[in-house]
């Protein structure tokens, strides 16, 4: 354990009115640990369930692609990546490996090219599964088939 710690503190409104009245503020403070020892992150199992249906074509699909780029890059080789991708039926694009090759990674993550009818109940059935071990995991999609909320948090 580190014997040295780092503290630093953040206001939630930087400037107050100087008046008599009383006022409420809050302060982030961070206890940093400071020298060899630090604690190591757990790795990463993340699955990607990415829609590929007709409804993401365009500017969807340049954005989804350019994200799982930035995902990918944020990876570390000790992390696991999964990536399901789906329209009207579900595909396994990649099983869960350690992303030791990010390029490949991003090579085959190029697969996902809009094809198909949406089928968001389709990724959900493959990619659930898939992260359903994990406490806080997030799936995402248009909508567009069944309006349902952007983010969706699966508990």
Do not use: W
């Amino acid at each position: 354990m580190a014997e040295e710690v780092k503290l630093a503190a953040t206001l939630a409104r930087p400037k107050m009115l100087a008046n008599a009245n009383p006022q409420l503020n809050y302060v982030l403070l961070e206890v940093i640990p400071v020298g060899e020892g630090l604690p190591q992150s757990a790795p990463l199992n993340v699955c990607l369930v990415l829609d590929r249906s007709g409804s993401m074509a365009g500017q969807k699909m340049e954005n989804l692609r350019r994200a799982v780029e930035l995902v990918i890059d944020q990876l570390d080789p000790t992390d696991i990546l999964s990536i399901v991708i789906f329209d009207d039926r579900a595909e396994i694009l990649v099983p869960a490996t350690s992303v030791t090759d990010k390029n490949t990674l991003k090579a085959k993550s190029e697969r996902a090219s809009p094809i198909g009818a949406d089928g968001d109940e389709q990724g959900d059935a493959v990619g659930h599964p898939r992260i359903a071990k994990a406490p806080d995991a997030d799936a995402c999609a248009d909508g567009a088939a069944d309006r349902r909320t952007n983010l969706r948090r699966r508990r």
